[in-house]
């Protein structure tokens, strides 16, 4: 069984900047649509942003302007760059791999992001 896996997760100041990744060895990311979620503590998992394997890029409106996901399918990785953080995107940051014209749904373990006032 294959899972994804995220790094580059920790505590920050507002305002500040952090940069994630996912990896996963075992499935072709060219193949998948792939995004970031976030569950904040008493929340439902959102998404956050979100790249397909055809291009399209979608993000949460909360976040537009701040973060930019990005794809490289020849590493088989996944980024998220999120720039001047806020308290509310305080967080635990999932990696997803969605096959979508099969079974294949991989989720990663989660990274934490904290945000400090």
């Known amino acids: 069984q294959v899972q994804p896996v995220e790094s580059g997760g920790g505590l920050v100041q507002a305002g500040g900047s952090l940069s994630l990744s996912c990896s996963a060895s075992?499935?072709?990311?060219?193949?998948?649509?792939l995004g970031w979620y976030r569950q904040a503590p008493g929340k439902q998992r959102e998404l956050v942003a979100a790249?397909?394997?055809?291009?399209?890029?979608n993000y949460a409106d909360s976040v537009k302007g701040r973060f930019t996901i990005s794809r490289n399918n020849a590493k088989n990785m996944l980024y998220l760059q999120m720039n001047s953080l806020r308290p509310e995107d305080t967080g635990v940051y999932y990696c997803?791999?969605?096959?979508?014209?099969?079974?294949?749904?991989?989720w990663g373990q989660g990274t934490q992001v904290t945000v400090s006032s």
């Open positions: 997803n791999a969605k096959y979508s014209l099969g079974a294949g749904d991989y």
């Open positions: 075992g499935i072709v990311f060219s193949l998948y649509d």
């Open positions: 790249k397909t394997n055809g291009g399209t890029t």
